[in-house]
């Protein structure tokens, strides 16, 4: 058995208060970002090249008043969504019909998301799908939730910039994304459904909450990736209010720290998505596996780990943000639970009860600075909303990562009130489940009624 140590021992303790101060995000932080957040959106929308694209999506917020059946194409990773989706008018919807399909895989020999594979055939699957939920002769207008940076022209048209999220299908970047999609339909024998609208995922979140909240004006995606738009009042287009895709992943005024470094580095695209990668879902696993490994690496923590070079903390994304929650979630005794983790997949059959609490605190500073990153973005859109904060905001959140880590919202919370002071309680955080596909059918519905007036 191994014997006990304690942190002052072994140094431990004193390595983890260094990480405090790497992973710190301050009151003062908090407001110095959203500063320059809010700076970097009045930059965007004055056209200077930046980190913000402020992509307008030439669409506003829904009435609430919306009714009818409307297909929803939720396309936002290699995992495409399907559904029918009823508006029942005052808030209220139901998904009728719904299907997912993968768009690679290994066991059926088939990999849409590849360089090798061509624009017409991701389509022609995707339409093949619809097919499976239409009635043969029926018109249904369709709004699609393309979850790419794209740059939209009119609500029904929308030019992707370049893939991200590892999908790299050829003939796609440069093209009109529902273009593609009529045309795929068309061969499909679907003249009838209508590509009728194209959001990302933050636009669709935020219509979705706003089709039953008229003070939701900010939408935010906090799962694998990390994006936000919001309803900009003034947009230059002069169309009235406009949702405005911030692209807010790419943010990147930051102070970054080591661990930063490394990860960007070792990206497929280093200096893009400087934000995403310290705080979406994707990247918060593989932060604390180069915070422990580095630690193991010292003696530290988990002695032994680290002997295999085939071993997992040697493996780049081979701890995941499922591992973070689990560390922040254990209350089993003795952490139980990470401990039988550990001991299955690194080796290490005793870990200390001093090691357990270790990687457990890592856990929680890589996502609590994720948490309140993110909120400083958010007080920079407030700024520009409401420097006053005189209104009530709903601030409309999509994605695993705020509805299943442990704390998070929590934290996201906090941080607003420490800047806004009594000012917090005019704002709200609103889990808006299925934003994707609802706010997809809702700006299907917008799109209709325009073309109608």
């Not at 593989?286 to 923590?301: D, F, I, K, P, Y």
């Amino acid at each position: 058995m191994r014997q006990a140590e304690t942190p002052e021992k072994t140094g431990l303790g004193d390595a983890l208060c260094k990480l405090d101060q790497l992973f710190k995000v301050t009151g003062q932080d908090l407001r110095e970002i959203a500063g320059r957040f809010h700076q970097a959106m009045l930059d965007g929308l004055a056209g200077a090249i930046g980190p913000l694209k402020m992509l307008p999506s030439f669409i506003s917020t829904p009435s609430g008043l919306e009714k009818g059946r409307f297909f929803a194409v939720d396309f936002g990773g290699t995992n495409v969504r399907i559904l029918l989706v009823e508006l029942l008018g005052n808030g209220r919807s139901s998904i009728l019909k719904r299907k997912s399909m993968p768009l690679k895989d290994p066991a059926a020999s088939y990999d849409f998301t590849q360089a090798t594979a061509t624009g017409s055939e991701l389509f022609d699957l995707l339409a093949g799908q619809i097919k499976g939920l239409a009635v043969p002769g029926e018109v249904c207008a369709l709004g699609h939730t393309f979850s790419f940076p794209s740059r939209s022209y009119d609500i029904n048209k929308a030019v992707l910039i370049n893939w991200t999220k590892e999908i790299k299908t050829g003939q796609v970047e440069g093209r009109d994304i529902n273009q593609l999609l009529a045309e795929a339909l068309r061969r499909q024998g679907l003249p009838g459904v209508i590509p009728a609208a194209v959001i990302n995922d933050t636009v669709g979140t935020l219509l979705a909450a706003a089709y039953s909240d008229p003070g939701a004006d900010i939408g935010s995606i906090c799962g694998t990736g990390h994006n936000t738009c919001y309803l900009e009042p003034r947009p230059a287009c002069g169309r009235g209010p406009v949702i405005i895709n911030l692209e807010s992943g790419n943010f990147n005024l930051l102070s970054f720290n080591v661990y930063d470094q490394l990860l960007d580095q070792a990206s497929e695209k280093p200096g893009e998505q400087r934000l995403e990668k310290m705080v979406s879902g994707r990247y918060l696993g593989e932060l604390t596996r180069l915070v422990v490994s580095n630690l193991a690496r010292q003696g530290l923590l988990l002695r032994g780990s680290m002997t295999d070079p085939d071993g997992l903390l040697h493996r780049p994304y081979s701890i995941d943000t499922e591992l973070v929650a689990l560390a922040l979630s254990d209350d089993s005794p003795g952490i139980a639970r990470l401990g039988g983790w550990l001991a299955e997949n690194l080796g290490v059959k005793e870990p200390l009860p001093g090691e357990l609490a270790a990687i457990r605190h890592i856990a929680g500073l890589v996502a609590s600075r994720s948490a309140r990153l993110i909120a400083a973005t958010y007080l920079g859109i407030l700024r520009h909303l409401d420097p006053a904060l005189r209104d009530r905001h709903t601030i409309a959140v999509d994605g695993s990562l705020y509805e299943k880590m442990p704390g998070f919202e929590r934290n996201i919370r906090s941080a607003l009130d420490e800047v806004l002071a009594e000012g917090g309680n005019r704002v709200a955080l609103k889990l808006t489940k299925e934003g994707s596909g609802i706010g997809a059918a809702i700006a299907a519905a917008i799109a209709s009624k325009q073309q109608i007036d």
